[in-house]
């Protein structure tokens, strides 16, 4: 049985003191036994959000990281940074990524090498444009974006990992995928995950919905065979976050 993991992405929101204080706000309301609750935060706030999150469950995640060790990458941050300062997930390839710097399968598939070799459980997205759902390759589009992504990286890896699937359409438009539209991307990402390895490892790992989730839709989405929670973006920074981590 997965157990399912809700990520939220703040993007680039809140200073450092607004985010300690929407933290300590959001603390009781996303508390529960029946999922991993990350919050990823700027970089900025990562330092002060381990800190404000010792002794509950939620565990910290950054948005980004770069694929190298360390040297002459102005303006990068390393994995190895990263779980110095005790963050424990980092996002990867988000669409915004992607399109506004540059970001390809490839950069993606370096970095989720490297936080695996860092022992940072990478939240790696993939998902369709407008123009591609509507041309019928969603599918095909998706699967590749995942085969790349997964290249070199062990079952052991794998199973580890999280996929998120995010129809750009869906992302900050307010239009969120049906359940049925979601399931079926979902499914067919937990397919090409069993014909690049195994049956076992499609079954293991945890494979996400985001695009616009809110605490309507949540239950629907995340109740459905292949989705194993979602990576939120607006609705993580309101209340209502607690309500899309318990969202039963
Ligand atoms: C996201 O940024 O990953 C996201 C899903 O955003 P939103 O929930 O705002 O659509």
Redesign the pocket.
């Known amino acids: 049985m997965r157990r399912k993991i809700i990520a939220g ?1 703040w ?1 680039m929101n809140k200073t450092p003191t607004e985010a300690i204080a929407l933290i300590n706000e959001l603390k009781p309301l996303v508390a529960t036994k029946d999922a991993d609750v990350v919050f990823c935060v700027p970089f900025v706030s990562l330092i002060p959000a381990v800190e404000a999150v010792k002794g509950t469950d939620i565990a910290i995640g950054a948005q980004n990281m770069y694929f190298e060790e360390s040297g002459a990458y102005t303006g990068e941050v390393s994995p190895g940074m990263l779980v110095d300062i005790g963050v424990k997930y980092v996002i990867i390839g ?1 669409s915004e990524r992607r399109q506004y710097f540059a970001e390809t399968d490839e950069t993606v598939n370096k970095k989720v090498i490297k936080a695996f070799e860092h022992g940072l459980t990478p939240i790696i997205c993939v998902g369709e444009s407008l123009t591609q759902r509507e041309q019928g390759i969603t599918i095909d589009f998706v699967r590749q974006q995942v085969k790349i992504a997964f290249l070199n990286v062990t079952a052991d890896q794998a199973k580890n990992a999280v996929i998120a699937y ?1 129809p750009i359409w ?3 438009t307010g239009k969120v995928a049906t359940t049925e539209q979601a399931e079926e991307v979902c499914s067919a990402i937990r397919m090409c995950i069993s014909e690049i390895y195994d049956v076992a490892t499609a079954a293991a790992i945890r494979i996400q919905y ?4 809110t605490a309507a839709s949540a239950a629907d989405l995340f109740s459905q065979k292949d989705i194993d929670g979602g ?5 993580s920074l309101k209340a209502d976050f607690g309500k899309i981590v318990n969202y039963k």
């Open positions: 992405n993007k988000h995010e869906a992302i900050g985001g695009g616009s989730v990576l939120v973006g607006g609705a």
